[in-house]
């Protein structure tokens, strides 16, 4: 029971290149969600599933795409990176208001 | 719009010496309240869960109380241990929305 991960967990992209963020979550919840954590802000939504099948915006959305591959699967695309997506990723699965977390992947955009 | 608020930022302790770490929030209409712990370079680990109808949970050392109608949790640490240091975080669930986190308080327990 490996919990929720995510691959890669580190990367560095150059300004305008594109990139698929992994998470996969083994413990049969609905609702899988996208973060980003920067410094002195928090954890702030990018994307969220309720379910397989459906996507909903967060609060901070533009320029992120997401797929919900199937129950187990949720990614996160960049199309065309930039700076200011400098941030580190995390995945969350959960159900009934409880989430849990992946290790996160810390991305670097120059 | 909910916004959460954790003061101290940062707070640094001798070993044994007992915490309490703050949490505010402004809208009181939520599902429940949660404290995560995260190391550097590491993810969130879930702490305490609190629901909306509880006023405390308890862990070990750990004790984490709600008041929703002032908007106040906080995390109370018994006998602190230099593995204690981490980030420790609040968030908390709306009502049919999306889970807000504060910014978090970065706690260091010197042995």
């Known amino acids: 029971n490996a919990g929720v991960t995510q691959t890669p967990k580190f990367q560095v992209l150059k300004t305008g290149q594109s990139m698929t963020l992994q998470c996969a979550q083994d413990?049969?919840?609905?609702?899988m969600y996208w973060y980003r954590q920067d410094p002195g802000m928090g954890l702030r939504l990018i994307y969220y599933?309720?379910?397989?099948?459906?996507?909903d915006k967060g609060e901070v959305p533009n320029g992120y795409n997401v797929s919900r591959l199937n129950k187990r699967e949720f990614s996160l695309r960049l199309e065309s990176a930039a700076p200011s997506q400098t941030s580190v990723y995390f995945c969350?699965?959960?159900?009934?208001?409880?989430?849990?977390f992946g290790p996160g992947t810390r991305l670097t955009v120059t | 719009k909910q916004e959460v608020t954790q003061i101290p930022a940062a707070l640094s302790v001798p070993e044994g010496e007992n915490l309490v770490l703050n949490c505010s929030f402004t809208?009181?209409?939520?599902?429940?309240l949660q404290w995560f712990r995260q190391d550097p370079g590491k993810g969130l680990t879930s702490l305490l869960l609190?629901?909306?109808?509880?006023r405390e949970q308890t862990s070990g050392r750990l004790n984490a109380s709600l008041d929703k109608s002032s908007g106040r949790s906080t995390l109370y640490i018994a006998a602190s241990q230099p593995g204690d240091s981490a980030t420790y975080l609040c968030?908390?669930?709306?009502?049919?929305?999306?889970?807000?986190f504060g910014a978090g308080t970065r706690l260091t327990v010197k042995p």
């Open positions: 599933s309720a379910s397989e099948g459906t996507t």
């Open positions: 413990m049969n919840h609905n609702s």
């Open positions: 809208d009181s209409a939520i599902y429940n």
């Open positions: 968030a908390v669930n709306p009502l049919g929305r999306d889970m807000r």
């Open positions: 969350a699965s959960g159900q009934v208001y409880e989430q849990y």
């Open positions: 609190i629901q909306s109808s509880q």
